[in-house]
């Protein structure tokens, strides 16, 4: 089991920057592929970033080059580095892991935090 907790959300303007953290709990946490989702108001909850045991990472096209993923397995945490902040960045942030290789795919993704409010002003 891992148990995950978000923190580090906030209202920010436009261009602002905001970091993310991910504490994990529970053993094995350094063996998951952890991810960062998000859900905005009447949408689906969508990917947003990953990194796997072996740091490899993936971007959603949305963020590729604002934002950066990155991990801490000696502290079992992550994090999320989000820069040039948007309005449509607006949504619940998720923290995420699975077992599984996979990056992109939410059915893959079978623990979940409880999210992280960020809202972008404009």
């Known amino acids: 089991q891992v148990q995950l907790v978000e923190s580090g959300g906030g209202v920010v303007q436009a261009g602002d920057s905001l970091r993310l953290s991910c504490a994990a709990s529970?053993?094995?946490?350094?063996?998951?592929?952890m991810g960062w989702f998000r859900q905005a108001p009447g949408k689906e909850r969508e990917f947003v970033a990953a990194?796997?045991?072996?740091?490899?990472?993936s971007y959603a096209d949305s963020v590729e080059g604002r934002f950066t993923i990155s991990r801490d397995n000696t502290k079992n945490t992550g994090a999320l580095q989000m820069n040039s902040l948007k309005p449509e960045d607006t949504a619940v942030y998720y923290c995420?892991?699975?077992?599984?290789?996979?990056?992109?795919?939410?059915?893959?993704?079978?623990?979940w935090g409880r999210g992280t409010q960020v809202t972008v002003s404009s």
């Open positions: 990194i796997r045991t072996d740091g490899t990472t």
């Open positions: 529970g053993r094995t946490f350094s063996s998951h592929t």
């Open positions: 995420a892991a699975t077992g599984r290789t996979a990056l992109i795919d939410i059915k893959f993704y079978n623990y």
